[in-house]
């Protein structure tokens, strides 16, 4: 079965320091995975999508993700956080072997403090 | 870009009440799914439908839910006797086809409040 996992309920980073969200994935097959964010009362934005490929993936405001196929991981990163980046991340995976859903991972929510 | 459209972005409904929440897929995508977010917490699948059926649906997608695709552009999810536990954001999604990668789409959410 597909799964993915977020191990951080929370992070927090200053402005201007680099931030890292941690996703792992278990898939059977190729992993089709994605990064959502959620900014307070509003709806799920597509960041960033890894499907094949290069490994380092660059996605939208800056943000890029780091496909590790031995340590079945899917990082999230940012060289330099803005406060406007605090939000709820989900890590996501779709599953190719049913109906194509996307399985969410539980989220982790990103605080960045000016 | 397409978009994903949904109808009401607000929903507030007493228990027991019937309701209906609408989503306007991409207009060439042929896959349409309903999830589910309880206020702050993970999104989870409901349901999956394509050629005017269901093709998958979690164990939270029971009796009192129920989708269609009345027309050729609507999709809709109906709950037929909603509960306090209800209360989610619920979002419609589509996509073009069964590849991962090709144009899987969300809308922006419709907040049901079951009071």
């Known amino acids: 079965a597909q799964s993915v996992a977020q191990p951080e309920d929370q992070v927090n980073v200053a402005e201007g320091n680099p931030l890292t969200v941690k996703c792992t994935y278990s898939v059977s097959g190729n992993p089709y995975l994605f990064w959502y964010v959620q900014y307070p009362n509003r709806g799920l934005q597509f960041l960033l999508k890894y499907i094949t490929g290069d490994n380092l993936v660059k996605g939208s405001y800056g943000f890029e993700a780091e496909f590790n196929k031995s340590q079945t991981s899917f990082h999230l990163k940012k060289p330099s956080a803005l406060v406007s980046d605090s939000a709820l991340y989900f890590c996501?995976?779709?599953?190719?072997?049913?109906?194509?859903?996307?399985?969410f991972g539980a989220g982790t929510r990103l605080f960045v403090k000016a | 870009e397409p978009e994903v459209t949904q109808t009401p972005s607000h929903q507030v409904t007493q228990m027991g009440q019937e309701v209906i929440l609408r989503c306007v897929p991409i207009?060439?995508?042929?896959?349409f799914y309903w999830y589910r977010q309880i206020l702050g917490q993970k999104v989870e699948f409901l349901v999956s439908?394509?050629?005017?059926?269901?093709?998958?649906k979690s164990e939270i997608f029971d009796d009192q839910f129920s989708v269609e695709r009345p027309d050729g552009s609507n999709f809709t999810l109906k709950i037929r006797s909603t509960k306090l536990e209800d209360s989610a954001m619920y979002f419609c999604?589509?996509?073009?086809?069964?590849?991962?990668?090709?144009?899987?789409?969300f809308g922006s959410g419709t907040r049901l409040t079951v009071v």
């Open positions: 999604a589509s996509s073009l086809g069964r590849q991962g990668a090709v144009g899987y789409t």
């Open positions: 439908f394509y050629n005017n059926e269901i093709s998958e």
């Open positions: 207009s060439n995508h042929l896959y």
């Open positions: 996501a995976v779709r599953d190719v072997t049913g109906g194509f859903k996307t399985i």
